[in-house]
């Protein structure tokens, strides 16, 4: 799992800080209530996840809550695998 949160983080980190950003983000920084994330990236982020795990995220589990953190979608993440 922490691989998991790490490779999140740094897609987190390159895609949606710029390079002179000097926000330091970990896993519980909260991404959408922060406006790191919005929602079109959140469907980027959804692509990301589905495509690098090889799931499917239903869009009743894509909310913002689900999404808020890097903790919070690493566990969405694990409940979609187990399914």
């Excluded at 690098?52 to 009743?60: C, G, L």
């Amino acid at each position: 799992m922490a691989e998991v949160k790490e490779t999140i983080l740094d897609y987190v980190k390159d895609e949606y800080l710029d390079e002179d950003d000097d926000k330091e983000i970990n896993f519980d920084t909260p991404l959408i209530s922060s406006g790191i994330v919005d929602s079109f990236s959140m469907i980027s982020l959804k692509r990301f996840l589905e495509t690098k795990y090889n799931i499917q995220i239903p869009d009743s589990k894509a909310t913002a809550e689900a999404f808020d953190t890097v903790n919070n979608i690493v566990k969405t993440v694990e409940e979609i695998k187990s399914e």
